[in-house]
């Protein structure tokens, strides 16, 4: 996003990145691991909301939660995937089917 956004303000158009964790939605509802930084729906709609008011380029909360991503992103590549394989998960096809009515 920050090659192709710095790209397309050039032509006159603002992307931006929406950098966020768990939105209390019921797709997650029923994640039975931790989930830090779980928001409502209200409060992140209005943080996006008034991000893109205010033309950010990037959109971030909580930033606790996206400080520790760019850290990890800092790490030698062995020691990230290590941490990261030991961090629970959804068994593949657990996600609830969306409500659509």
């Not at 768990?22 to 996006?48: C, E, K, Q, W, Y």
Request: net charge positive; aromatic share 6%; glycine share 8%.
């Amino acid at each position: 996003m920050v090659a192709t956004g710095g790209n397309m303000k050039q032509a006159g158009i603002l992307m931006t990145s929406v950098v966020c964790g768990f939105l209390n939605t019921p797709m997650v509802a029923r994640n039975r691991f931790p989930m830090p930084g779980l928001t409502d729906v209200d409060h992140a709609s209005r943080r996006i909301l008034r991000g893109l008011r205010r033309n950010e380029r990037r959109i971030i909360f909580p930033r606790w939660l996206v400080a520790g991503s760019r850290f990890m992103d800092l790490l030698p590549i062995r020691l990230a995937e290590a941490y990261y394989n030991h961090q629970p998960t959804g068994a593949a096809g657990s996600m609830p089917e969306p409500d659509l009515s």
